[in-house]
């Protein structure tokens, strides 16, 4: 695996993908009144909290597994996980269904829109799993190629429902939906034509993603619900033109996650492999390239916020600069989240998913009580906060819990270097890793 070049693959994709929403930005901020906008973001909003549901945590499954069995083994267990985001998809279609009414008076949003929103969030996963594939294989193009394609997809059909045929919000989201359902197409063709997808079922994988899935699910849906849930709170408590112009100081934040979201598609391949490996020094390689990636975030974070008032003023329309306040307290959270990434794939690969799980919905019930609080004393501005505050203790609890469980030499790799041998190879007597990996399934 090469991090550093899979790095520079996967930052590029991501900023190429993300500067097109930033570049509509001027447009939908002219064109759209802030409750307008934030009708648009509590859609989105929910298509992205009920996704883990739906996913299970299989594409988290998908990828530990992949350099744990041979070829052959991976097309069965690929396609017996699949059964599990089709019963959810099917599940979650008859409950939003049964709760239309209600729903749609909670969030403010039309019925019609809320039927369709378990369709967008299964037409999301399947460019996801498609992606976490390549990822493991080692395709960072392929990988960027799907996600500049859905992007491009999303630009050009938000140019022509919005801006051109005057669609207003729901053009923006048929745009997505649109971009994802072409993507989802194409991933499915990709997997009949690799063979990943087979008449053959096994039970035991089924159970094994399921069981990963029970842990792994509620991780991810807290982790969303720290993330995207202070919308539906301020929707709830202030209004949807509230939500709208906060929305635009996420959005603009989306720069600072775009990177962190490129480092770790590069990450996490390259950890896995790293782990199942029993080579000399890999420990300490793994410790020193994790202190070089917390230092250039810092610094990224710094320089941030630091550009961030001449954005504003250059791609923000002036009704919505009031938000600029709550930059500084989301950027300060997504720093805490990548170091936060950096450890918590540890216990992915241990397959500790129920720690993980206790970890985010402790902090998920902390981050909707202190937001609840802050919201009433500073507005918006205390939801981005209260995201930084639960960010801070996410981060600590899971280096804290990642080191008990699979110690890391993170104080010897800083003082001393691994010592060589006659052979030039380092030492690293505390590895205690055996390979889990063979040539022919790294040439798959």
Known sequence: ??????????????????????????????????????????????????????????????????????????????????????????????????????????????????????????????????????????????????ELSGALINFVGTIVLVLMLGMSWEGRIIAAAVSSSVLSVVAVMWFRRRGFIVWRFRAEEFRGAFRFGGGGVAHDLASNALRLGDRLLIVTLIGQAAVGTYAVAVQWTTIMLTVLTAFNRAWVPFLFSRLSSAAPGSQENVVRSTYFVWAGLFGFFILFNLVTPIGYRLLVDSRYHSSMNAVFWLSLGFLFNGIYMTVVDYLFYLKKTHILAMITVFNLVMNIAIAYLLIGIRGANGAAMAFAMTAFIVMCLTFAISYRLHPMPWLRSIICRPERTESGMAENPISHHAPLTSEKHHDR
């Open 1 to 146: 695996m090469k991090l550093g070049r899979n790095f520079v693959i996967y930052l590029g994709s991501s900023i190429a993908a993300g500067a097109l929403p930033l570049a509509l930005m001027p447009f939908l901020t002219h064109s759209l009144a802030p409750s307008e906008y934030g009708v648009m973001v509590t859609i989105t909003t929910v298509v992205a909290l009920i996704g883990p549901i739906l996913n299970w945590a299989t594409t988290s499954y998908v990828g530990v597994q992949y350099f744990k069995v041979s070829p052959d083994e991976f097309s069965e267990m690929f396609s017996s996980v699949l059964l599990l985001p089709a019963i959810n998809v099917t599940l979650l279609t008859m409950l939003f269904l049964l709760a239309n009414v209600l729903l749609s008076h909670w969030l403010d949003i039309p019925r019609r829109w809320v039927i369709a929103i378990p369709l967008m969030a299964l037409l999301l996963f399947l460019p996801q799993m498609a992606q976490t594939i390549l990822a493991m294989r080692d395709r960072a193009l392929g990988f960027a190629a799907i």
